[in-house]
Nanobody
Framework: QVQLVESGGGLVQAGGSLRLSCAAS???????MGWYRRAPGKERELVAV???????DYADSVKGRFTISRTKTGNTVYLQMNSLTPEDSAVYYC?????????WGQGTQVTVSS
């Protein structure tokens, strides 16, 4: 079981920035690691993810505003979120995929006020 510790959520005004971090405990074999979000009344959606090495995927809605990065060990990922809008308000979840399954963080709330 992989333990994930997320941090960095909060309340910010529209146009502002936040940086999320997610640290995976222990020495794990990571196939993919990244961020998803769920807004009230909506399905959970991919935000940004590393897949298979340095390949990244971004949701169209965040391209050019959000950047995913990670440490050299690959066990910690960051999500730099710029030019935030109220539509970005959601609970953001870190996800790590290992050869043995899926692991999700507890979620961190991001609220963007207009």
């Amino acid at each position: 079981q992989v333990q994930l510790v997320e941090s960095g959520g909060g309340l910010v005004q529209a146009g502002g920035s936040l940086r999320l971090s997610c640290a995976a405990s222990g020495s794990v074999t990571i196939k993919a690691m990244g961020w998803y979000r769920r807004a009230p009344g909506k399905e959970r959606e991919l935000v940004a993810v590393f897949r298979g090495g340095s390949n990244t995927d971004y949701a169209d809605s965040v391209k050019g505003r959000f950047t995913i990065s990670r440490t050299k060990t690959g066990n910690t990922v960051y999500l730099q979120m710029n030019s935030l809008t109220p539509e970005d308000s959601a609970v953001y979840y870190c996800r790590v995929v290992t050869p043995w399954g899926d692991n999700w963080g507890q979620g961190t709330q991001v609220t963007v006020s207009s």
